[in-house]
């Protein structure tokens, strides 16, 4: 849930109908493949484009921890080799201007916080250079590598009180879980070989929300003031009216609008020019995807009009004269060559999927995170973006030879005439002529898309002999606004019945044994679980993880809030909201559920909060219906630890292998 920018089956059907996938010898991916995979992150060029720092992390199973560290990717052979040794929670590696240091930040022993790192490349220890009390998420260098603009959150509102032991507080925006008034996020710099620490902004305004970081921090190029995304408050709430904002570098002067479009954020420069540009949902229309804007000529205009989709990130190629934009299309992952002005077109990616934000080069080359459907995420380089990329890395190369589930994409129709797709996993081994239990995966958000890139509980289930389903229902990203728009005022039914479109479609494919059909999802995923089972009695089994069963309970109590309130055009507590918001909350429709159901979640998720899931259980555990509940003690969404992941995925498989076997 919440607005997540978070898997091409064009199965032309006769002839996916006809594939056959021989079994071999090799081993399927299992649980333990898990502990090994390796996670990169954040690819960073250095200035002259030869070497690229990533961020690698890795999962510790006997301490249930995760390994980060800063490793440089030569670009001409591929040569890794670690940066950092023995600190935790690595991230964020950014080059100084002239590539002779590595700022990063690291979480410092003492104070437990994030804190900003510097390395000198020549040689010698990494200095801290910061002691921000309640830590540090986002920071950049200035031009000239002199200084260090950062942002850092403010000491609790009512500081002296709480020591007081008078620790009431007001409630605004916030979830049901927190504890005091959420202090903001400012803006500060900081000479880059330490010293004093300068504040440039203060108010009621914060550079960052409570569940989503900072946005980038831009420097002007002559080192006079830094562009920020500056939102209403602290909350995420409210984030959404967020504008562009710039202050004076030293401290003097209170920070000016620059861009006052609501909903503005992740602002960047042109490499050379005036120009600039910046994420907004395309019109302001919060049901609409994130739009990339242009300015810097006194107006601004979408230069991604013609696309109307919706972009996750994007960055400035090095002539300036074009966007490079990442985003679903489809059941693919890609990259756009988007000009200024022109016909945007898809870069030739050869079948990997491009994964997060791609980095660019002064030479034009690119570097981003990419995935295949048989390999999980690794670092690609394109020399130029009419190229094809280029592997350097092998992190996850086990993976290759593992027997894997071949996926391919499947499109259909919606009943009322939308053009709808999915990703469909073949069991490992499959044989034509045999028909295969199926399990529907349904991805979270709702604004995420299943794509054909590895993805570990599919081959999980595929392992098992599993069919594994992933449709893309009204909501998702991958087909255009107009697909994703079409959730406005019908969260549940018409997502419901694409869905059940796309089953449709899979059936006639001939290889689903249709008395063994489970349904299962996370997040959005699992309110579209919850819906289904008690709307369509097909189903044999089902897993609900995270999911929002109530909507009217979930927009009073969970973080967002007024997330939930675009989907409706309206509170629940309105004469206009009051109906629809109880129509659509699978909670109303408990007493038609007969699937066996599998609930799972997180005791502190103020995203989609476990009383959810509370009244899921005891409204299919008093009907009579097959039920178990395991909540994990962790404050977030999903679990983020490898050894709860693990489990999480273990009783997911168990519970469709005793239901569907």
Same mark, same amino acid.
């Given at each position: 849930?919440?607005? $997540?920018? #978070?898997?091409?089956?064009?199965?032309?059907?006769? %002839? @996916?109908?006809?594939? &056959?996938? +021989?079994?071999?010898?090799?081993?399927?991916?299992?649980?333990?493949?898990?502990?090994?995979?390796?996670?990169?992150?954040?690819?960073?060029?250095?200035?002259?484009?030869?070497?690229?720092?990533?961020?690698?992390?890795?999962?510790? $199973?006997? #301490?249930?921890?995760?390994?980060?560290?800063?490793? %440089? @990717?030569?670009?001409? &052979?591929? +040569?890794?080799?670690p940066l950092t040794h023995d600190r935790e929670d690595v991230s964020s590696p950014r080059w100084s201007p002239d590539g002779t240091r590595l700022a990063f930040l690291a979480r410092d022993a003492a104070s437990k916080q994030l804190q900003i790192y510097v390395l000198p490349l020549a040689g010698g220890d990494a200095q801290r250079i910061t002691d921000a009390k309640q830590g540090i998420d986002e920071f950049t260098w200035s031009p000239d590598g002199s200084r260090i603009a950062y942002v850092a959150q403010d000491p609790p509102i009512n500081e002296k009180a709480i020591k007081a032991h008078d620790k009431v507080f007001q409630v605004t925006d916030g979830n049901f879980l927190l504890r005091e008034a959420l202090a903001p996020w400012h803006l500060w710099v900081v000479p880059a070989a330490g010293g004093t620490q300068t504040r440039l902004t203060e108010g009621d305004f914060s550079l960052q929300t409570d569940q989503e970081g900072a946005t980038p921090l831009v420097w002007s190029r002559d080192g006079k003031s830094i562009v920020f995304t500056q939102f209403p408050s602290p909350y995420w709430g409210p984030s959404y009216r967020s504008v562009i904002a710039e202050v004076a570098a030293d401290g003097k002067g209170k920070p000016v609008t620059l861009v006052a479009d609501e909903g503005a954020n992740d602002f960047a420069y042109a490499p050379d020019g005036k120009a600039f540009a910046f994420l907004r949902v395309r019109n302001g229309d919060?049901?609409?995807?994130?739009?990339?804007?242009?300015?810097?000529?006194?107006?601004?205009?979408?230069?991604?009009?013609?696309?109307?989709?919706?972009?996750?990130?994007?960055?400035?190629?090095?002539?300036?004269k074009?966007?490079?934009?990442?985003?679903?299309?489809?059941?693919?992952?890609?990259?756009?060559?988007?000009?200024?002005?022109?016909?945007?077109?898809?870069?030739?990616?050869?079948?990997?999927?491009?994964?997060?934000?791609?980095?660019?080069?002064?030479?034009?080359?690119?570097?981003?995170?990419?995935?295949?459907?048989?390999?999980?995420?690794?670092?690609?380089?394109?020399?130029?973006?009419?190229?094809?990329?280029?592997?350097?890395?092998?992190?996850?190369a086990f993976v290759d030879k593992?027997?894997?589930?071949?996926?391919?994409?499947?499109?259909?129709?919606?009943?009322?005439?939308?053009?709808?797709?999915?990703?469909?996993?073949?069991?490992?081994?499959?044989?034509?002529?045999?028909?295969?239990?199926?399990?529907?995966?349904?991805?979270?958000?709702?604004?995420?898309?299943?794509?054909?890139?590895?993805?570990?509980?599919?081959?999980?289930?595929?392992?098992?002999?599993?069919?594994?389903?992933?449709?893309?229902?009204r909501g998702s990203t991958n087909l255009g606004d107009a697909y994703q728009h079409a959730i406005y005022r019908d969260t549940g039914e018409g997502p419901g019945k694409d869905v059940m479109a796309g089953l449709a479609a899979v059936e006639k494919l001939g290889i689903v044994d249709t008395g063994r059909i489970g349904v299962s999802g996370w997040s959005y995923g699992g309110y579209m679980t919850t819906w289904l089972t008690g709307h369509y009695d097909v189903w044999k089994a089902a897993v609900s993880g995270a999911a929002l069963t109530d909507w009217v309970m979930d927009y009073t109590i969970s973080y967002y809030q007024m997330g939930d309130v675009y989907f409706f055009g309206s509170t629940?507590?309105?004469?206009?909201?009051?109906?629809?918001?109880?129509?659509?909350?699978?909670?109303?429709?408990?007493?038609?559920?007969?699937?066996?159901?599998?609930?799972?979640?997180?005791?502190?998720?103020?995203?989609?909060?476990l009383v959810n899931s509370y009244e899921w259980y005891h409204g299919l555990r008093d009907n009579g219906v097959p039920v178990e509940f395991w909540a994990y003690p962790a404050d977030t969404h999903f679990p983020a630890d490898i050894v709860q992941q693990t489990d999480v995925y273990r009783r997911w498989v168990d519970w469709m292998t005793k239901h569907l076997k």
């Amino acid at each position: 849930m919440g607005r $997540w920018r #978070t898997w091409w089956l064009v199965a032309w059907v006769a %002839l @996916v109908a006809g594939v &056959s996938l +021989a079994a071999s010898a090799a081993t399927p991916f299992q649980l333990d493949d898990l502990q090994k995979l390796v996670k990169l992150s954040d690819p960073q060029f250095s200035p002259d484009g030869r070497v690229i720092a990533v961020v690698a992390t890795t999962p510790v $199973w006997k #301490t249930d921890k995760k390994d980060t560290e800063i490793d %440089l @990717v030569d670009v001409a &052979s591929g +040569a890794k080799r670690p940066l950092t040794h023995d600190r935790e929670d690595v991230s964020s590696p950014r080059w100084s201007p002239d590539g002779t240091r590595l700022a990063f930040l690291a979480r410092d022993a003492a104070s437990k916080q994030l804190q900003i790192y510097v390395l000198p490349l020549a040689g010698g220890d990494a200095q801290r250079i910061t002691d921000a009390k309640q830590g540090i998420d986002e920071f950049t260098w200035s031009p000239d590598g002199s200084r260090i603009a950062y942002v850092a959150q403010d000491p609790p509102i009512n500081e002296k009180a709480i020591k007081a032991h008078d620790k009431v507080f007001q409630v605004t925006d916030g979830n049901f879980l927190l504890r005091e008034a959420l202090a903001p996020w400012h803006l500060w710099v900081v000479p880059a070989a330490g010293g004093t620490q300068t504040r440039l902004t203060e108010g009621d305004f914060s550079l960052q929300t409570d569940q989503e970081g900072a946005t980038p921090l831009v420097w002007s190029r002559d080192g006079k003031s830094i562009v920020f995304t500056q939102f209403p408050s602290p909350y995420w709430g409210p984030s959404y009216r967020s504008v562009i904002a710039e202050v004076a570098a030293d401290g003097k002067g209170k920070p000016v609008t620059l861009v006052a479009d609501e909903g503005a954020n992740d602002f960047a420069y042109a490499p050379d020019g005036k120009a600039f540009a910046f994420l907004r949902v395309r019109n302001g229309d919060q049901n609409n995807g994130n739009a990339v804007y242009v300015g810097g000529d006194g107006a601004t205009r979408d230069a991604t009009a013609a696309l109307a989709r919706n972009f996750n990130a994007y960055a400035w190629m090095a002539d300036g004269k074009a966007l490079l934009l990442q985003g679903e299309l489809g059941t693919r992952s890609v990259l756009w060559e988007q000009p200024v002005s022109g016909k945007a077109r898809v870069l030739d990616l050869g079948g990997v999927e491009a994964i997060g934000v791609p980095d660019v080069a002064k030479s034009g080359a690119v570097a981003f995170i990419g995935s295949t459907a048989t390999s999980p995420g690794e670092l690609y380089v394109l020399a130029s973006a009419q190229v094809k990329p280029r592997r350097l890395t092998d992190v996850n190369a086990f993976v290759d030879k593992l027997d894997l589930g071949k996926a391919v994409a499947v499109e259909w129709k919606s009943e009322d005439g939308l053009d709808a797709d999915g990703a469909l996993t073949y069991p490992v081994g499959y044989q034509r002529g045999t028909k295969y239990p199926l399990v529907l995966v349904i991805h979270g958000g709702p604004e995420g898309a299943s794509t054909l890139r590895f993805s570990p509980l599919p081959q999980l289930l595929a392992a098992q002999g599993f069919l594994v389903f992933q449709p893309n229902y009204r909501g998702s990203t991958n087909l255009g606004d107009a697909y994703q728009h079409a959730i406005y005022r019908d969260t549940g039914e018409g997502p419901g019945k694409d869905v059940m479109a796309g089953l449709a479609a899979v059936e006639k494919l001939g290889i689903v044994d249709t008395g063994r059909i489970g349904v299962s999802g996370w997040s959005y995923g699992g309110y579209m679980t919850t819906w289904l089972t008690g709307h369509y009695d097909v189903w044999k089994a089902a897993v609900s993880g995270a999911a929002l069963t109530d909507w009217v309970m979930d927009y009073t109590i969970s973080y967002y809030q007024m997330g939930d309130v675009y989907f409706f055009g309206s509170t629940p507590w309105t004469t206009q909201g009051w109906d629809i918001w109880r129509q659509q909350s699978p909670i109303t429709y408990v007493r038609n559920v007969k699937a066996p159901t599998l609930i799972m979640g997180d005791v502190g998720d103020s995203n989609v909060p476990l009383v959810n899931s509370y009244e899921w259980y005891h409204g299919l555990r008093d009907n009579g219906v097959p039920v178990e509940f395991w909540a994990y003690p962790a404050d977030t969404h999903f679990p983020a630890d490898i050894v709860q992941q693990t489990d999480v995925y273990r009783r997911w498989v168990d519970w469709m292998t005793k239901h569907l076997k």
